[in-house]
């Protein structure tokens, strides 16, 4: 605790494809997530609680840019995190552009808004915006690795200031 640095919680995610897409039309998805409480929660890396999430997901080709639009709906286990009173929904949009550099190398720039995370808690009841810029590369086949610079937008004391964004996912 004393660097700062630790392990947050486990998220399993299932992704469903509804539509394939098209020429006109977007590939659809619905994505379902499971959050485990594996952080430690008084470090406050983690909520203590089950979470659950639902998405719906478009893709669509657009010219050389791949866009992505997400709305998702958070359901939260605990109604509070250190003594402070949560809201136990949250609504999220993530819209992005990925650009391919190559075959293998993609640039991503994204902005995600989320409804406030407390009730009634100073600035951290007020909606968040941040915009993530990044690169995804397939470093093997099916596995994906991100790697990415987030900045808050607009609010700036309701979520860190900046951050970095790191991920490995393999499709199975």
């Not at 990044?134 to 790697?147: N, S």
Request: proline share 3%.
């Amino acid at each position: 605790s004393d660097t700062g640095a630790g392990l947050n919680e486990l998220v399993l995610s299932s992704n469903f494809r509804l539509t394939r897409g098209g020429e006109r039309l977007p590939q659809i998805c619905l994505t379902l997530h499971l959050k485990l409480p594996t952080g430690k929660e008084e470090e406050l890396y983690g909520s203590g609680s089950v979470d659950g999430g639902l998405a719906l997901c478009f893709a669509k080709k657009i010219w050389k840019f791949y866009a992505y639009l997400d709305l998702q709906s958070t359901f939260f286990g605990s109604d509070e995190i250190a003594g402070i009173p949560m809201n136990q929904y949250q609504l999220s949009i993530l819209s992005a552009l990925e650009f391919p550099l190559t075959k293998r190398l993609s640039q991503v720039v994204q902005e995600l808004f989320n409804t406030g995370a407390a009730v009634d808690y100073y600035e951290f009841s007020d909606p968040t915006n941040e915009i993530t810029l990044g690169l995804k590369a397939e470093i093997i086949a099916q596995t994906l690795l991100e790697f990415g610079f987030i900045e808050n937008l607009f609010t700036f004391d309701n979520s860190p200031d900046f951050g970095i964004h790191f991920g490995l996912s393999r499709r199975f």
